[in-house]
C-alpha cells in the first residue's frame, strides 16, 4: 500500500475520518475496504502473502455468539444484534492492507491527529455549553448535553473510549527517537488528554491510568508516569474545578449513587448468568429480561448494559462466549508480547508500535470493567484497528529464527 494514490489508502484515509466523525462513514468505508481486500484473493502472490492472526479464537467467538443467538427466545432478534461480530473485519483487513510498519505509522500518525482535532471541539464544546441546546440539527446536536465533552460521538463514553486507546497507542511516540517523533506530537496528545479529562468518564481515566502503567514498563521509561502526573496537575488547573473535582473523589466513594447502580446491574448480571450458564441469554437480549433480575434497590429497572464488559459477555453468551472472547485477548498479549521481545533497540518505530498497542488493548479492558465499550461499535472499531497495527510489523519482519543447532 505505498502508492498514495492507491485505492487501499483513499479508502483507508476515509476510513480514519469515519472513525474521528462519522459511524455511517466509518462503516460504509468498512464495506469498502473488505471488498479491496477480497479482491487480493484473486492475485496468487497477495493470496499467499496474506497472514490472519488470532483466526482460531475470534473464529469461536463468533460461534459462541452465533450459538447463544439460535438458543435465545427471540431467535431472530439475537442473530440480527450479531451483526456487531463483522467489525471483526476490521482486524483482518488492516492487517493484509497495511503492507509494512510505513503503511502502519502512516495510519496510527492520521488517526493521532484527526483525533487532536476531536478533542479540541469538545474541549471548545464544555468550555462555551449554553445553558439550553441552540436551533438547527447541527448546533443542536452539539450543544445538547454539552456539559461532558462528547464532539460528533451520541455520548461522551465514545469519545473517552476512542480517546483513551488513542492516547495510549501514540504515547510512545513522546519519547525522542522511539516512533517518529515529531515536534507537534506533545501538544497534540496534551490536547487528547485534555478533551479526555472533559468527557468527565471515570472508567477512561482508570483504563489509560493502568495502560500508561503497563506502557512504561513493557519499555522501561518510567519517567512516564511522572510526566502524565505533571500533566493531570496542570490540566486541573485548566479545566473547572468543581465537576472535575467531584468525578475524582467519586472514584473511591462508595456512597456515590453511579456506583451502587453499576454494583446493582452486576448483581443482576450474575443472577442472569446462573440462570443461563452455558449460553446466556442470547445477543442483545439483556434489556429484555433485565426487569425480572432487577434489585429492589436499583434506581433503573430497565438496561440494555450492565455497564461491565465481561459481565455483559457472560450474561448474553454464557460461558463459552466468555471464555472465547477471553481466549482473544490472551492469545493477543501472548503473542503481541513475543513480537516485542524480538525487536531489538535499533528498532524504535517498530517497538513503539508494538508497545503501543499492548497498551491501548490494555487501557481498553480496564475501562470495559464500568462500562461495555466493546458493544459501541465506534470504540471497538478503533481497538481492533490499533491491535491489527502489531501484527502488520510482525508480517513485516517475517517469520522468527528457529534457534540454531547446537
Given amino acids: ?40 484473493l484473486w492475485d496468487a502472490r497477495a493470496r499467499a502473502a496474506m497472514t490472519f492472526p488470532l483466526a482460531t479464537p475470534f473464529l469461536a467467538f463468533v460461534a459462541a455468539s452465533l450459538l447463544a443467538a439460535l438458543r435465545s427466545a427471540d431467535v431472530w432478534e439475537s442473530l440480527a444484534k450479531s451483526k456487531a461480530l463483522l467489525l471483526i473485519l476490521v482486524f483482518f483487513t488492516l492487517v493484509d492492507l497495511l503492507g509494512s510498519a510505513d503503511d502502519a505509522d502512516w495510519f496510527l500518525a492520521r488517526l493521532f491527529l484527526l483525533m487532536a482535532v476531536v478533542s479540541l471541539l469538545g474541549v471548545v464544546q464544555v468550555a462555551f455549553c449554553p445553558e439550553k441546546p441552540l436551533g438547527g440539527p447541527l448546533l443542536w446536536r452539539w450543544t445538547r448535553n454539552c456539559h461532558r465533552a462528547h464532539a460528533f460521538y451520541s455520548i461522551y463514553m465514545t469519545l473517552a473510549g476512542v480517546l483513551t486507546l488513542t492516547l495510549l497507542a501514540t504515547l510512545p511516540r513522546l519519547f525522542t527517537g522511539l516512533s517518529g517523533w515529531r515536534w507537534w506530537m506533545p501538544p497534540a496528545w ?6 479526555l479529562l472533559a468527557t468527565y468518564t471515570r472508567g477512561a481515566w482508570l483504563g489509560f491510568l493502568v495502560g500508561a502503567v503497563t506502557l512504561s514498563l513493557l519499555l522501561r521509561r518510567f519517567w512516564v ?24 473523589k467519586s472514584l473511591v466513594d462508595p456512597a456515590d449513587p453511579t456506583l451502587r447502580e453499576r454494583l446493582y446491574m452486576w448483581e443482576s448480571a450474575l443472577a442472569i448468568a ?17 426487569p425480572r433480575y432487577a434489585r429492589p434497590e436499583a434506581f433503573k429497572k430497565t438496561a440494555s448494559h450492565l455497564h461491565n464488559t465481561p459481565l455483559q459477555i457472560l450474561a448474553e453468551r454464557g460461558v463459552l462466549g466468555l471464555a472465547a472472547w477471553a481466549w482473544i485477548w490472551v492469545a493477543f498479549f501472548v503473542r503481541a508480547g513475543r ?10 518505530r517498530e517497538r513503539g508500535l508494538v508497545a503501543g498497542s499492548l497498551a491501548a488493548i490494555v487501557g481498553f479492558l480496564v475501562a470495559g470493567l464500568s462500562e461495555f465499550n466493546f458493544g459501541d461499535s465506534e470504540v471497538v472499531m478503533v481497538a481492533y484497528a490499533l491491535m491489527a497495527l502489531a501484527f502488520v510489523v510482525e508480517r513485516s519482519l517475517g517469520p522468527p529464527h528457529p534457534p540454531l543447532s547446537p
Fill in 1 to 40: 500500500m505505498s502508492n498514495a494514490r492507491s485505492p487501499e489508502r483513499w479508502a483507508l484515509g476515509l476510513f480514519l475520518i469515519g472513525l474521528a466523525f462519522s459511524i455511517t462513514l466509518s462503516q460504509v468505508t468498512l464495506a469498502l475496504l473488505v471488498l479491496l481486500w477480497v479482491y487480493r
Fill in 190 to 195: 496534551a490536547l487528547s488528554g485534555l478533551g
Fill in 225 to 248: 508516569l511522572g510526566a502524565i502526573g505533571a500533566g493531570l496537575v496542570l490540566a486541573l488547573l485548566v479545566l473547572p474545578a468543581g465537576p472535575l473535582e467531584l468525578r475524582i
Fill in 274 to 290: 446462573r440462570d443461563h450458564p452455558l449460553t446466556g441469554v442470547g445477543v442483545g437480549q439483556v434489556k429484555v429480561v433485565y
Fill in 339 to 348: 513480537l516485542l521481545g524480538r525487536l531489538g533497540p535499533d528498532q524504535g
